[in-house]
């Protein structure tokens, strides 16, 4: 597959099985949100089995500390302002981080990419606020 989600580049993807065992839950602020900035979208929108959980994933930086973080949208589809540049705030809405983790999921990666080990996680969507 060919895709290039928000950088208009063509990269071949693959689906990778990730096991979230191998990093950390990130631990998010007290407020309601977190702000954040998208690096990059990998869209994986294939449908969710009861075998496999298809996931999004958006590399973001954190703009409270930093950080990078790993969001997996798991059986999601990609919001349009993940697609493009917006002029909006994108947010992870703390109610929307999943409290049940998957074991296993699947995204869809360039062959050679690999997410740190210890890197830290979240499993949700993102959330717009537009202007």
């Avoid at 990059?40 to 999004?56: G, H, I, Q, R, V």
Wanted: hydrophobic share 35%; glycine share 4%; aromatic share 8%.
């Amino acid at each position: 597959m060919i895709s290039g989600c928000s950088n208009h580049d063509s990269v071949r993807l693959s689906k990778q099985r990730i096991h979230l065992s191998n990093f950390k839950k990130a631990i998010l602020g007290t407020g309601i949100t977190t702000d954040i900035s998208i690096i990059k979208t990998y869209a994986n929108e294939d449908p969710c089995t009861a075998n496999e959980l298809n996931s999004n994933l958006y590399i973001c930086k954190s703009y409270e500390n930093n950080d990078t973080l790993y969001v997996f949208d798991v059986c999601g589809k990609v919001p349009y302002f993940a697609k493009k540049k917006v002029d909006a705030t994108i947010v992870i809405d703390h109610e929307k981080i999943k409290s049940n983790i998957p074991q296993e999921i699947i995204i869809k990666v360039p062959e050679t990419f690999s997410i740190p080990k210890n890197s830290k996680y979240v499993v949700s969507s993102l959330t717009s606020l537009e202007y």
